[in-house]
């Protein structure tokens, strides 16, 4: 079975800006797939580029099995909510997708059937105008239901919504993908990522660093222990005791320590600040969770949106420049 996506050196420039750079991956077909990175790394271009809204510069792609550079192809099977979703304010949610349906050929009958998936339906005969955020989300969600997907593309789909809107999502996301459909979420909230998916996709500057699945990346998260000395002015030689036992020690807030070791090193931690005379306010062993490995990966950019960040991702080498447009 062909992959749902798959890239070859796919690169995409805007002018002098590198949004997407030599980036070859494929991803699997069914399931749940996580797309993430911090703001400006290239995740909207690459599923412009997959939708056939954005031509790349240079490399080739195929969705569930067609090039790229002809979505007709492949267009019936796919549904997309990129960015906000877009409809006639004063229709009903309804009249929206009854229009849309008819407007891509679908039958009508679909309609019913994504208004219930995203729990709209009560709500179906009022004025979009009237519609909260999270509602429109939803909306946007049932629209790109419609054609019945093979493979759904939504960027950030929990936008909005409140913390029950959310879990009711999340749980609508899980059994699209349990269904055999692949369903490829864009997002920088990694706690959703990581609840939801089943396989994740990471990219910075435009460059692939991670293409696998949840587990495996989680296995390789590290694990720490967090150490506070009672008295503020002792963190300075606590840290001196741990560095010279062996142990890496960072401090992550004044007052605090990090050292990286296992779980079952708190123990030996402990003693090792008994034995210098120093009382512990704060010993906590934890393993690192996908936020923190996400940051790791990506040089601690985090993954919420910065305000005034450039959209770009990074300067064209003066070399390429001038081939990839």
Partial sequence: MTAAVATASLRRTFGSVVAVDDLTTSLPRGGVIGLVGPNGSGKSTLIRMLLGLVRPSAGTAEVLGEPITDPRAYAGQVG????????????????????????????????????????????????????????????????????????????????????????????????????????????????????????????????????????????????????????????????????????????????????????????AVNRAAAGAGITLRALTATRDTLESVFLQMTGGDGGEPAAGRAAAARPVPAAAEGGAR
Avoid at 211 to 216: E, L, P, R, W, Y
Wanted: proline share 6%; hydrophobic share 45%.
């Fill in 80 to 267: 997309a909510l990129v960015e906000g979703p877009a409809f006639v304010p004063g229709l009903s949610a309804r009249a929206n997708l009854v229009s849309l349906a008819r407007l891509r050929r679908l039958p009508v009958s679909r309609v019913d059937e994504v208004l219930g998936a995203v729990g709209l339906t009560g709500r179906d005969r009022e004025p979009v105008r009237r519609f909260s955020l999270g509602m429109k989300q939803r909306l946007g969600i049932a629209a790109a239901l419609l054609p019945d997907p093979a493979l759904l593309v939504l960027d950030e789909p929990t936008n909005g919504l409140d913390p029950a809107g959310i879990v009711e999502i999340r749980a609508l996301l899980q059994d699209l993908g349990r269904s055999g459909r692949t369903v490829v979420v864009s997002s920088h909230l990694l706690s959703e990522i990581e609840s939801i998916c089943t396989h994740l996709v990471v990219v910075r500057f435009g460059v692939l660093l991670y293409n696998g699945t949840v587990a495996d990346l989680l296995a390789r998260a590290g694990t720490h222990v967090d150490v506070a000395p009672e008295h503020a002015a002792d963190t300075e030689r606590l840290g001196r005791v741990l560095a010279d036992a062996g142990w890496h020690v960072t401090t992550p807030a004044p007052g605090r320590l990090r050292v990286a070791a296992d779980g079952d090193a708190a123990a």
